[in-house]
């Protein structure tokens, strides 16, 4: 079992939220100061800034219902459905859907209070959610912030060193079908947490303490965004490996050990921009792009000639476009790391002054 950042900051945001209403003298806040905090918890300091609005308003409205409702036509169980029902309705169209639920509970419960009048109940309860969803966005503000760079980093780390070892094996083939598969499965998901991460970085790019002008979060954004994308050109080539294995177990020696070099020379090309992107490598260095030209057409011409054999060409051409599809990965993946060098050199060299969590990871 581990206890996480997030874990210890609800954790300590709850204590908070029961020890303040009991401190001012009403008890009866206490709980639903408690739930609110739960409920308030965000993954970002965005995220929990703008659950600090809608909440505000949406228990101000759900308290101003629950005393209208109560002094019209009293506290019986049909009335509350109703109450709860113009509630629902009202957020909706005020597009707060993702806060009706604390609402509604803050709604229920000062209507079904009994003990003091009606306008009291309601005060001490809709302040009572004001201190919880407060404290839950000074705590996920100013506590243990979320480190999202770090996430993202290691897990492109991650994903990458699978990424190169998948692609290794297949060239060699080396590959177990039906394991294949199941690694995919897992390397889609991984890059899923990498696009959710990517996210909430995202989210921090906004602040009401941000610095006017600072646009080296902004690029940092667009650094992590294209490392994501040569994941997936990454990915893709993979797949397309697998899902070629027929193809490309027919291709001449020659063909095969042309492939090999071309993307063991990329591959080693992506390591080494993420350690430069790490900072054990210098800004100007992975030049691994000086490929010549004639080099080039050489690469392009063998998989054109192989796509143009009588053999390929019988079944629908499904086998010659299948060749083609996999020189176009490779060229696209290569197209993707020659962007991501460029962005990783341009914003080592402009930024060098800026240490960023990944360079204190060695």
Known sequence: MKIGARTFKTSLAVFLSLL???TLGFEEGASLAGISVVASMQPSVKK???????????????????VLMTSAFGTSIVIISFATAILIAILHQMKLNNVIGLSTMTLIIIMLSTDGDIYTNATIRVLATFIGVGIAFIINRFILPPNYEKKLFQLTIQVTDDL????????RKNVQYSLMRSDLNSIDESISDMKKYLTFLQDTEWSRWRKHGD?????LLVVYRQFIRTTEAAYNLVKTLHQSENVYNHFPEELRVLLRERLETLMSAHEQIILKWNGRVLPQ???FIAYKSDLRI????????????????????GQSNTVIHLMSVVLIYEENLQHLNMLVSRYKS???????????LH
Do not use: C, W
């Open 20 to 22: 303040i209403p009991l």
């Open 48 to 66: 929990s800034y703008q659950t600090l609005v809608d909440r505000l308003v949406a228990n101000t409205i759900g308290g101003f219902v629950a």
């Open 164 to 171: 190169t070892r998948f692609i290794r094996v297949s060239l």
């Open 215 to 219: 646009t080296s979060l902004t690029r």
């Open 285 to 287: 260095e992975v030049n």
């Open 298 to 317: 050489t690469f392009m011409q063998s998989f054109f000639n192989e796509a143009s054999l009588e053999s390929y060409l019988k079944n629908d051409y």
């Open 350 to 360: 402009s930024h060098r002054n800026n240490v960023s969590t990944v360079d204190s």
